[in-house]
């Protein structure tokens, strides 16, 4: 079947240290895979995206690599910003089903100035 | 700018009562879908609905029923309310010409708390 695991948090960072959130998947064939964002109060939004093995998704400042060996598709930032404190949570779709959405359980993460 | 609105932000009900949660979008999508969202649990399919007048369960439908009249408008109703019910409501849409690829769209979510 398909699932998605995500590493526990919440995970709390000073402002500017690496950021690291671990995400692996169990799906067969070649998922699109997704990082999507929640910010207190607010729906999730997508963050990033790869549709296919080696693509690396980005976007503001956030990258992702999807990685079909290790079945992964990590979170990282460079150097994180009291703004970037939210829920991050991890996806995938399949494209003979584009309706069904596995997600993660989330990941919070608290950034301190 | 596209928008997935929902009809209250936070709502309290009360046990055994009836509850609609409006979700609306301008996007022309096909699909819409609702999630509960709990903590360590991530987010849960209740319903969605590929088509106006067309729906499918979800993981976790027991004491929900869902409406789709219009092509924007997708409704969540709980028949009678009950404490475990109190969670995050989250609406969603994509449209049908998926492959995949397509991300879904969000709302802002209705915090619902029944007591």
């Known amino acids: 079947g398909n699932s998605v695991t995500q590493m526990e948090g919440p995970v709390t960072l000073s402002e500017e240290a690496f950021l690291t959130i671990n995400c692996t998947y169990t799906?067969?064939?070649?998922?699109?895979l997704f990082w999507y964002v929640q910010y207190p109060g607010e729906g999730l939004q997508l963050l990033l995206k790869a549709t296919k093995a080696d693509d690396k998704g980005s976007n503001k400042g956030f990258e992702a690599t999807y990685r079909k060996e290790t079945t992964s598709f990590h979170l990282e930032k460079g150097s994180v910003q009291v703004s970037d404190s939210a829920v991050y949570f991890c996806?995938?779709?399949?494209?003979?089903?584009?309706?069904?959405?596995?997600f993660g359980s989330g990941t919070k993460l608290n950034v301190k100035p | 700018d596209v928008k997935v609105t929902q009809s209250s932000r936070y709502l309290v009900k009360r046990t055994g009562e009836k509850v609609f949660l409006e979700c609306v979008q301008d996007?022309?999508?096909?699909?819409m879908f609702w999630y509960r969202q709990d903590p360590g649990l991530g987010l849960r399919l209740i319903y969605f609905s590929y088509d106006v007048k067309m729906k499918e369960k979800g993981d976790i439908p027991e004491g929900y029923s869902v409406s789709r009249e219009k092509k924007e408008r997708f409704s969540l109703i709980l028949e009678s309310a009950s404490t475990n019910q109190t969670s995050m409501y989250l609406c969603?849409?994509?449209?049908?010409?998926?492959?995949?690829?397509?991300?879904?769209?969000f709302g802002p979510g209705t915090r619902l708390t029944v007591l």
């Open positions: 799906a067969t064939g070649y998922p699109s």
């Open positions: 996007m022309d999508h096909e699909n």
């Open positions: 996806a995938l779709t399949q494209s003979y089903n584009f309706n069904k959405f596995y």
């Open positions: 969603a849409s994509i449209p049908s010409s998926g492959s995949g690829m397509n991300e879904q769209f």
